[in-house]
Every structure is written in C-alpha cells, then in structure tokens.
C-alpha cells in the first residue's frame, strides 16, 4: 500500500486481518470503502509496475470521460511467483470516482 501523506509516501507492505493479536512493531490500519480501478501488469518487477503506473497517471486518467482519482492510496498487488519472470502479473489499484457524482 502507498499512502501520501504531508511527509512524502508511505510505502507499506499489507495483509488481510483475521482478528487476534496484532505483532510488536505492527500496526493495523483501516482501508476505507471505495471503488477501485484494477490494472493488470504483466512482465517482470518492478518495470512492468512502473510502466503501467506510468500510464495510468499520463494516459488512462487524463483520457478517461468518467473517472477521477479518489484520495492519496494505491495500493500494489504481488501474487505468489517468480516476479522476474516474462509471465508474472502484478497488479496497480487506485481509488477512483464517477465525475457525474463529483457536480
């Protein structure tokens, strides 16, 4: 998970919480209900994250009619897998919301 804040980026490494005891040195945190835009990224990391999170920011928003980014999260996803392999597939989420709703 990537969360800016008014210091920079925080870059955290996540899982699901399952209840119980949270370990020294941990923190639990709450991601907020929203809607998310999934991107697949396929090819090997971290060039195939960063080309695709390029392009997220330079063409898919700008040239998307309906959507808006929505907050200061995004959040990466590493499947299980060799991540240097041609074949491997991350994926980019970013919080996003409908620009009819935001008039």
Same mark, same amino acid.
């Given at each position: 998970?990537?969360?800016? @804040?008014?210091?920079?980026?925080?870059?955290?490494?996540?899982?699901?919480?399952?209840?119980?005891?949270?370990?020294?040195?941990?923190?639990?945190? @709450? %991601?907020?209900?929203? @809607?998310?835009?999934?991107?697949?990224?396929?090819?090997?990391? /971290?060039?195939?994250?960063?080309?695709?999170?390029?392009?997220?920011? @330079?063409?898919?928003?700008?040239?998307?009619?309906?959507?808006? /980014?929505?907050?200061?999260?995004?959040?990466?996803?590493?499947?299980?897998?060799?991540?240097?392999?041609?074949?491997?597939?991350?994926?980019?989420?970013? /919080? %996003?919301?409908?620009?009819?709703?935001?008039?």
């Amino acid at each position: 998970m990537c969360h800016e @804040t008014s210091d920079g980026l925080d870059y955290m490494i996540a899982g699901k919480y399952r209840g119980g005891p949270v370990p020294e040195g941990f923190e639990l945190r @709450t %991601v907020p209900a929203l @809607t998310w835009a999934m991107f697949d990224c396929p090819g090997p990391v /971290p060039e195939a994250l960063q080309t695709v999170t390029s392009r997220i920011f @330079t063409e898919w928003l700008p040239q998307n009619p309906d959507w808006l /980014p929505d907050g200061d999260l995004f959040m990466e996803y590493y499947p299980m897998g060799d991540s240097s392999a041609p074949d491997y597939r991350s994926q980019v989420w970013i /919080p %996003v919301k409908n620009k009819q709703n935001c008039r």
